[in-house]
């Protein structure tokens, strides 16, 4: 072809608009793209397609089937050139904060939006599958959303909101789209009415035996007046003035908010543009650009693709790969696209195959059917079902299988785009695809201009790691499954460490085809993935069926032994998981055995057992509760109100660091990372880099010109000047034009290190005593005497492992110098802004006071950007400095996951005494946690970990002592709970194996032991009446029907052999201030402005939790004006100086009562003309006021009273409160997989008297779901050879999913407890305190797993690790086929593991 003759333009259409890009830069993504037009309400959360953050919708014409196709697509990995003639939608596109859209709407206003950063990628996903389906079911709501993550909200309210679309409606406390398409909402039919707890609760008084009428339909019901009575209606006799029987106000609120939605109509969408229908089909005037085989050539130094192709054809396909036969092919890029990105691949020569259609063909005939190659997965999904109804379901029990792996292959947006082509010719060999190809005997075809059209067999295909019989210049055309016979049974298995969007552990595609009159074996083949460098036949287990008959023990025997045998795996394995691995292959093979026997009507004893087997309840449907009562006795506080940025969330229009627009010359950041773990620096070589045009700097130690120490212990170097400490610590700084340039150039940069020895797992630093110098005691009673009376003493381990934040948004600054006198504003996701300033003006050696840090909101925290973030911004303050020109960093999640610092892990030693009834009579605590390469607030961490070793249990002796490990990892630090939870792990590690011992249920335990008003802790502190545990605890036993839900799960586990339940019950209790006395403080400056508006600015940061939206509140009951009058720009260090972290779940008690006393000033300032001009507007009264020179500026403070703690003499008061709660969890687990389901969760939480409850709710659901992560799914491994982090992102880092969450899901806030705290509105801080209730999850597969291990006869005690997860678990049954997996000791002698947790 010609040159002139191909387009080297793309036209497309964004929001409506079109738009042509000329010679578009090839290396960029399309939400790089859209980002740049400033459309940034699409966000980057990771790069990697694995979070969703970055979802649009991308329609286009589909010539073949002559209509629109909507898709989401993960914008983060979609090429820009491959968006011609399509039509690109972002959030922006739907509506606008002043006319929402309603998806954008009900996600807002129920709550679905915390921090907000995901939540454009959810609304996106929603409105696609809308535009596809406008009546979906709830099944295809939750469903859709199996590409996005959310780290803040826990799911439920996204899921709820969702729901009101669906049309059949929330049977259970959930809405109806009315014929109007408006909500509306149906009571709660399952509604527990077991009382309050308290011992003459109204609710256990029968009416006069008269039986409860049944709750009826209400719409719209007006606010509740509190009603007052006795049995069946509100006694109002609690102090609080509230009883468990007024009426449920989280439901009214609900049912309030849906009211006023507006009616979803699909027909007033955005239109496909009638333009790119002609332009698919090659129709377009003479004037306008026609679709045309694409050729663009890049001159940028830096791009990995120099010239793109982009034929329409088969034939312009096979032309242009005969003329580059290396050149690379790309279809949904999702594998070719994070080859580029994370391993740095160079393909010069591109080729996009995607929107060729006849590679997208499926045609049957009688023997099977062809599928395209470059089909998408979505696609692929659709004809399966559509082949699967037409040809019956025998002859497609390939098709089935392939279909059910689909089903679990990743998200939404990339099956949309990914194609069947991409998956084989990658040739993973934890593909989820081929396994099932190769087990269905599955042929592909293969055409070049040079060797025509050749089929190859799957078994054949594969030749080795990553490599395939495919030759040089090889195009894959299409794929064969055959159909199958009868007799013939296939099924796929896949085990992942999460269900959703997670690659495979092992994959599987089983296949047996039986005679039908003798049911003797004709054929089988058993294909793995996740076994060998590549897909593999399991051939000596499929040899010893052959001929044999299918159904008699003596063959699955020696089938499972021959499977075993052949697909063994080295200790030191890549990928770790040797035995898992092993026990995975049999456990599918005995499943697939029982579920054939079964389908063949085989009478055997597994065939039995195949319906548990193959049952799936993860995918049942899960539904929320919310309940707290009505009374709220303020006119704004304590109402459930929406975060007040929630449809700016929405919307996209919020704002976070990286969305604001570049300064005129600003440069960036990029980092040049150790490649040792701990080693001397012996010189930094950055000539190369800077040779490349728009380098501007690379910076180093040596630049600093002011303190380069930081750090609260000044441990640390911003930038080492002579030791590195762990593998990708930041070492110099390169300062170029653009992002890509600057991380191109930091490659470039060349160190040269000196070895020097590297500790990495606590376990080691204890062995080493490799520890900073601090020791925290809490010594009380005699513990040698506690042990010597004790009727039991037992001693243990217990190890908690790290969590990363997994914030949504990584860490970004931008640093802008003002020019003169040393001044720069900063603009930082932090949770800390006064230490970045604090930090900064040290390392530029100038005032705090020529800085000024602000922060507007931040995507997530958690604790991470506590300490951390300063640091980031310091390099960019350095850049900026240096080069007197604005700067900006965005870490890429990588980056941000190697650096930034995690949980700290923990590792105990205990010895416990106690009496045979489980009396506790003292416990012995040695503690270490893993502090990393500094201090940073390792201390403080440990300090809490030790004030919380007790929970909620009296121990008459005890003897705690802990420790911080050096190692050589990212410096640990704080997140959410901050120590707390790994101290209460440690003692509940040990409560279970004592209760184990002991052979009592640990809840008996728990309870015997569980603390009374008036206890003393081993910190001593009183718990006064505040102390409401065994209350919550009665309650949700009662309740959530503990007792009968024992039996219920004990006879289910008797009944099931290898599905098992469990249950667990537990109590938390969470202090309330920082353990540094000085922080313990808050303030606040208010302006009233003269028309009648307020601007409050405090020291509290918003990162989610809502903390402007309770501030305000605050601010609009003090100052008894509407909400709508304050506002909340943002926190800036100029406006609120000497701040605290937000952290430590005490910024609403600090910031709150500090707004609090400045509104009260106001207030009292302009209560003269309030009296005076009474009726008047607020507006004309400030107005007065200000004209009668009133001050209409006040400022705030406030002082935690009575507080301060001192660790030597064990004296003064730690905690000012305690936040409580108590949850019940119970799960089911498949034991021979170690994957589970949460089926459900109640929880009661004592948040005092709470500022705004259904904010409180969120907060408590979001910490569930993240400590259920940080206990199940969430695993950080590093490479321990040396010493670089395995889990750098979300493809393999995996935080709970949306289907991970309890199926029934209930919570509720404690009403009527005795409150007489003096914080602010007597209210609770609740941001942690949840958290370690998530472990619930944890306890309830322990008890599974003891049910699976008596199944087993063990009679060995559990010691059972966080997190647990399906490896763990798995292992942890020890059945038959875990012992066959098992690798002798001797073989593991020696031999590293692949991973290690640290
Ligand atoms: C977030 C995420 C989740 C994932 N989850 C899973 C999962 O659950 N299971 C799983 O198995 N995989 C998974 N993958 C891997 C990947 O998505 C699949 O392998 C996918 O099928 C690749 O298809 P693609 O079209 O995007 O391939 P591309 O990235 O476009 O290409 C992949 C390879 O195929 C070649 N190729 C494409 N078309 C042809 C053709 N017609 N002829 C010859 N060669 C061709 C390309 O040259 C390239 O080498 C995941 C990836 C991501 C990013
Ligand atoms: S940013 Fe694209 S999926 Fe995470
Ligand atoms: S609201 Fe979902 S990540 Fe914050």
Known sequence: MEDKEYGRNILFYLNGKRVLVERPDLDMTLLQYIRSTGLTGTKLGCGEGGCGACTVMVSRFDVEQDKVVHASVNACLCPLY?????????????????????????????????????????????????????????????????????????????????????????????????????????????????????????????????????????????????????GDVCCGKTTSGSCCKSQNQAEVEKAQVIGQFKAYDPTQELIFPPFLIRYSKGNTSEDEPRLQTLKISSGDGTSWCRTLYRPLTLEGLLQTVEVHPDAKLVAGNSEVGVEVKFKRAKFPVQVYVNDISELRAVHSDANGVTFGANITLAQFGSALDALIVEHGEQRTQSLAALRENLRYFAGNQIRNVATIAGNIATASPISDLNPVFMASGATVTLVSHEHGQRQVPMCEFFLGY??????????LLSVHVPFNAEGEVVRAFKQAKRKDDDIAIVTCGLRVRVDVATGVVRDAAFAYGGMAPTTVLAKAAMRSVDGQQWGERAVLDSMLAACQDELRLDYGVPGGMAEYRAALTTSFLFKFWAVSCKQLRISCAEARLAQELEEDSERQLSRGKQEYASVVDRAIVGKGIAHLSALKQVTGEARYVDDMPAVQGELYVGLVMSERAHARILGIDSQHALELPGVHRVLTAQDVPGHNVWNIFKDEEILPSTEVHHMGQPLALVVADTQRLAQEAARLVRVEYEDLPAVLTVRDAVEQQSWFPEVRQLKNGDIEAAFAQADCVLEGESYCAPQEHFYLEPFGSIVVPKGEGGEFDIYASTQNPTETQMVCAELLGVPANRIVCHVKRMGGGFGGKESRSALIAAYTALAAYHTNRSVRIMLDRDEDMQITGQRHPFYGRWKVGATRDGQLLGVR????????????????????????????????????????????????????????????????????????????????????????????????????????????????????????????????????????????????????????????????????????????????????????????????ETLELPLDAIFISETATNTAANTSPTAASASSDLNGYAVYNACRVLADRLRPYRESMHGESFAKIARTAYLDRCNLTAAGHYATPDIGFNWQTNEGLLYFYFTQGVAMAEVELDTLTGAHTTRRVDIIMDVGKSLNKAIDIGQIEGAFAQGQGWSTTEEFLYFPKNGRLFTQGPGNYKIP??????????????????????????????????????????????????????????????????????????????????????????????????????
Not at 1050 to 1055: G, I, M, P, S, T
């Open 82 to 230: 491959s968006i011609d003639g399509k039509h690109v939608i972002t959030v922006e596109g739907l509506g606008n904060t002043t006319n929402p859209h309603p998806v954008q709407e009900r996600i807002a206003l129920l709550h679905g939006s915390q921090c907000g950063f995901c939540t454009p990628g959810f609304v996106m996903s929603l409105y696609t599958l809308l535009r596809n389906n406008p009546n979906p079911s709830e099944h295809e709501i939750e469903e859709c959303f199996d590409g996005n993550l959310c780290r803040c909200t826990g799911y439920r309210p996204i899921l709820d909101a969702a729901k009101t679309f669906s049309e059949l409606a929330w049977k259970r406390g959930t809405s109806v789209i009315g014929e109007d398409g408006t909500a509306h909402v149906i009571r709660d039919e399952n509604s527990d009415d077991s009382g309050c707890g308290l011992e003459d609760c109204c609710r256990l008084q029968k009416p006069n035996g008269i039986e409860k009428p049944k709750p009826t339909e209400f719409t719209l019901p007006e606010p509740a007046a509190p009603r007052t009575g006795t």
């Open 466 to 475: 990553r490599r395939t019989a495919m030759q040089r210049g090889e195009v």
């Open 925 to 1116: 605590m040695r503690i270490y946690s893993n502090g990393g390469f500094s201090h940073d607030l390792s201390i403080g961490v440990l300090e809490r970990a030790m004030s919380h070793l007790d929970n909620c249990y009296r121990i008459p002796a005890t003897d705690f002592e802990g420790r911080v490990c050096r190692t050589n990892t990212q410096s640990n630090t704080a997140f959410r709970s901050f120590g707390g939870c790994q101290g209460m792990i440690m003692l509940e590690n040990m409560l279970c194996e004592l209760a184990d011992r002991l052979e009592l249920p640990v809840e008996v335990l728990r309870e015997r032991n569980m603390y009374r008003a008036g206890d003393v802790t081993p910190f001593s502190q009183p718990l006064d009446d505040d102390w409401n545990v065994p209350r919550m605890w009665k309650q949700i036993k009662q309740k959530a029907h503990f007792d009968t839900r024992r039996s219920e799960v004990d006879a289910f586990n008797a009944a099931s052999r290898y599905r098992k339940r469990g249950l667990a019950l537990l109590p938390t209790k969470f202090g309330i201030s920082f353990g540094v006395k000085h922080l313990n403080q808050g303030m606040a400056l208010v302006h009233v402005y003269m028309d009648g508006s307020v601007l409050v600015a405090h020291g509290g940061t918003e990162m989610g939790q809502g903390l402007h939206t309770k501030m305000a509140m605050v601010a609009a």
């Open 1297 to 1398: 999913s949306a289907m991970d969450i309890p199926r029934d899901f209930r919570v509720e806030l404690l009403e009527g407890a005795p409150n007489a705290l003096k914080t602010i509105f007597s209210s609770k801080g609740i941001g942690e305190p949840p958290l370690f209730l998530g472990s619930s999850v944890f306890f309830a597969l322990r008890d599974a797993v003891l049910a699976a291990r008596k199944h087993s006869e063990h009679k060995s005690s559990l010691h059972f690790e966080l997190p647990a997860t399906p490896e763990i678990l798995r292992l942890a049954c020890e059945d038959e086929l875990v012992e066959l997996s098992r690798i002798p000791k001797e073989q593991k002698v020696g031999v590293m593991p692949f991973v290690v947790r640290i």
